[in-house]
């Protein structure tokens, strides 16, 4: 009767202890506002474990200070506990339990994943560059983004490729999180919910400048969405004849900050991942073979859309991808910037 009694109080300790964790963890607010339709299976598996966590939590420490406080050794009692040894019913309950509740947990898991990963055939698909140390952004209609601009509840798919090194596409918001591997084309999925201005970050350790690594992202209306497109499509296109008719070493200047030329090449003659940019201009450029060529324009152009087609001496060879999307006009921007740097 006893042994009854104290069971009945640890359960209802138990049942409060768990709920009284649950609401405590629940209160923390951990998570930041869910701005995606992903991001609804992910936080109701987040919520569950919460749930399972708490219960363990109770189910493990309640037990633990009940029996130090009410089984503590009382004044006068000098002996030894109890000896118990080996319970095959306790030991096939303790293997049983858990093996049910992780083939359930991976089930949810699997399912969760399919609904995070579900296909809109209808989705709106741009090329995502990482770089060290920033985003690009290229859109199918023909121009290039530091700031990511998407379409409220449309799926977009992100195909994803890293120029050099691991990084991790991480918006807090959206939930979803996922890596670019070097080589590779990484599709992400994600249909945002929520109208509104957030930021991604690179969540996998890439360098120097890698707590740096971030971009706007900017979810707006199916209109505006259609409206800026087409504007940023006019724009690169009246931008890429005004350069080939007229190059301007300012906007070459721009695009190597921006396009990501600088991570790699200085423009002061100090040693980078690239050969630098001063002087090059003009000179014989020695190459891996023990040749040489001039930097003319046929050179670098070649060299910013194949890299690898002539290589420099003491520089490795596929270190650079190749920025083949510029256009013509972008290239010739570039060339006079690069005039610039005698
Ligand atoms: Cu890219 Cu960290």
């Not at 670019?180 to 996998?204: F, N």
């Not at 003491?314 to 005039?339: C, H, R, T």
């Amino acid at each position: 009767m006893q042994n009854v009694r104290h069971f009945v109080i640890l359960a209802v300790l138990i049942a409060v202890v768990s709920v009284l964790t649950y609401l405590g963890l629940d209160a923390l607010e951990l998570m930041p506002v869910a701005a995606a339709a992903q991001a609804a299976p992910i936080d109701w598996l987040m919520d569950l474990q919460v749930k399972l966590i708490a219960f363990f939590f109770a189910l493990i420490v309640v037990p633990l200070v009940y029996s130090l406080v009410v089984f503590r050794r009382k004044p006068g009692e000098a002996g030894d506990g109890e000896h118990i040894e080996g319970s095959t019913s306790l030991e096939v309950t303790w293997t049983f339990i858990p093996l049910v509740i992780v083939v359930v947990l991976g089930y949810i898991g699997a399912d969760n994943l399919a609904q995070v990963k579900r296909v809109d055939p209808q989705a709106v698909e741009i090329k995502v560059v990482g770089y060290q140390w920033g985003w690009r952004f290229e859109y199918p209609e023909g121009f290039v983004s530091n700031t990511l601009y998407l379409p409220v509840n449309k799926q977009a798919v992100l195909k994803m490729e890293s120029s050099d090194v691991l990084h991790s596409f991480w918006v807090p918001e959206f939930r979803v999180k996922h890596d670019l591997v070097p080589g590779r084309v990484e599709i992400y999925r994600i249909t945002p919910t929520l109208i509104g201005d957030y930021k991604v970050r690179c969540a996998e350790i890439c360098g120097a400048s890698h707590a740096y690594m971030e971009s706007p992202i900017k979810v707006i209306s199916q209109e505006e969405y259609t409206a800026w497109v087409n504007e940023q499509a006019a724009i690169a296109a009246a931008e890429a004849a005004a350069a080939l008719a007229n190059p301007d070493p300012k906007r070459g200047e721009k695009l190597y900050n921006e396009a990501g030329c600088k991570a790699c090449h200085s423009i002061d003659g100090s040693k980078g991942v690239g050969p630098t940019w001063k002087g090059l201009w003009g000179s014989q450029v020695p190459l891996a073979d023990g040749t040489t060529v001039l930097a003319d324009e046929a050179y670098i152009t070649e060299s910013i859309r194949n890299p690898s087609a002539k290589v420099h001496q003491g520089f490795s060879p596929n270190a650079m991808p190749s920025f083949a999307y510029l256009k013509d006009g972008q290239i010739a921007d570039l060339i006079e910037f690069i005039k610039t740097l005698k």
